[in-house]
């Protein structure tokens, strides 16, 4: 072989390997604007992105960039979250309104920009303004750089299946007249799969959601509960699931037949294709822990439809699907057996030791009416306002700056770092709770955490008010839950459960009614961090809290500078 064939065939084979592992930057428009959608035989006006419900489904590979250049057409305030990106050093792309950024008034823009750094499966993107995340949301598909394959068969097929809830009036009036009132909010209409409820509801039939699927074939169903205030029971009818991935996060394969998903949470399941060639349920119904709480009490389903099934004659009715079992609303033990098949597919790197042991209680309360309010104000229990905190302080946000700003900046006056590390009173959280303890008190408290700290965070479910399951997401970070359980945490006793071999790593945790879940992270992410009950009522009342994590030293251990289009407020 000549120098030159050589060097030609070097360069080639160079090129080749550029060309296989070389991230790439993704751009997307979104525009958010409002348009009529039309559900259960009524038609309301949603505020949508780029007029779809679901948003358009992004995909990209570990290692690629993003930019997402945003329009707010809508006639209130935006901001788009990416739920469970890691967000490295780009706080300013996270998205919760007056937390990491000032809101897109109507008629302004901002452009997201930040890349997938060590990611893999499935994720998704959100309005993280009031409650427009009802209808302004869409799945975000990480798959495996180039070359790189996934740690499971390769499926035939991929689809995926976002949850959502469904209002027939502006959810936005929604809120806001629970906020007049102080009251709980209506429940929702309906629930909805990939944006439509199935067809055991009125006027729905025609478009009910439909999955294709054959004899022999593997499926990869990327599941997303993006419900705003309900945890959901998740189930094929006939067919297994293999539980292969969790928020982004691959996890040791089981098999069962119903997944249970918190608002905010992902799983990722293979379903093959071994039954008679036909029509069968894929259904979505409500687990709620809270006893004597409204809910809404329906049932969502989709289709999965073989393609080689034989039509029916001409003029004769498809036949029904068959439907599977499910467990009921109230099931906790169904939740529970689910929960603690999740492992971590190998040795996990979860810290062994902590500097930081912190202890944070979660609940509900009640404001007593303040002064000056008429009781048309205070129409929560006994004349109250319903309220939500945690360690007792319930978290109210800034107006005039994000507090990522006011960090940035070192403005006075937005926020304090003074959340306690525990419970301000030690008490039996999870018994019957003396009516002195319901009302918390106001603040925009944050907690202050060194860089690379390793941070161990019991979240204690209390019963004041009504005991249930809380779905805690983490902005910024995964984590891993090391041990959950029912009653008061004991460290003592409980201690002894954790599991620091093979937790699942998450960035959502389901905190068990009357009961409580343990995390740990290594705090390598410098901003502004919120951590809050995903169901969006609560954190509407006030279930929230945010984490100052200080900049390491050089560079790649700090914040990166705000960006030049960064929204005022």
Known sequence: MSSYSLVALVLLFSSALLCFATPKTHYHDFVVQERPVKRLCNTVNAITVNGQLPGPTLIVREGDGLVVHVVNRAKYNVTIHWHGVRQMRTGWADGPE?????PIRPGESYTYRFT?????????????????????YGALIIRPRKGTPFPFPRPNRETPIILGEWWNRDPIQVVRQATRTGAAPNVSDAYTINGQPGDLYKCSSQDTTIVPMDVGETHLLRVINAALNQELFFSVAHHMFTVVGADASYL??????????????????????????????????????????????????????????????????????????????NDTNAVTSFTSKLRYPRQAPVPAY?????????????????????????QGPNGTRFAASMNNVSFVLPSNWSLLQAHKYGIPGVFTTDFPAGPPLKFDYTGNVSRSLWQPTSG?????????????????????????????????YDFFIVAEGFGNFNPKRDTKKFNLVDPPMRNTVPIPVNGWAVIRFVAD?????????????????????????????????????????????
């Open 98 to 102: 007056f937390v990491t950024q000032c």
């Open 116 to 136: 997938i750094q060590g990611q893999e499966g499935t994720l998704w993107w959100h309005a993280h303004s009031s409650w427009l995340r009802a209808t302004v």
């Open 252 to 329: 040791k394969p089981f098999r069962t037949n119903v997944i249970m998903l918190g608002p905010g949470q992902t799983t990722d399941v293979i379903i093959s294709g071994n039954q008679a060639p036909g029509r069968y349920y894929i259904v979505a119904k409500p687990y709620q822990s809270a006893q004597n709480a409204a809910f809404d009490n329906t049932t969502a389903t989709a289709i999965l439809s073989y393609t080689s099934a034989p039509c029916p004659s001409k003029g004769a009715p498809l036949p029904t699907p068959a439907f599977p079992p499910m467990p009921a609303f």
């Open 354 to 378: 902590v500097d930081e042991d912190l202890h944070f209680t979660v609940g509900l309360g009640l404001f007593n009416c303040p002064r000056g309010f008429s009781k048309s104000q205070c």
């Open 444 to 476: 925009t408290r944050l907690y202050r955490l060194k860089y690379a700290s390793r941070v161990q965070i019991v979240i204690q479910g209390t019963s004041i008010v009504t005991g249930e399951n809380h779905p805690m997401h983490l902005h910024g």
């Open 525 to 569: 992410n410098p901003g502004v961090w919120l951590m809050h009950c995903h169901l969006d009522v609560h954190i509407t009342w006030g279930l929230a809290m945010a984490f100052l994590v200080e900049d390491g030293v050089g560079e790649y251990e700090t914040l990166q500078a705000p960006p030049e289009d960064l929204p005022i407020c």
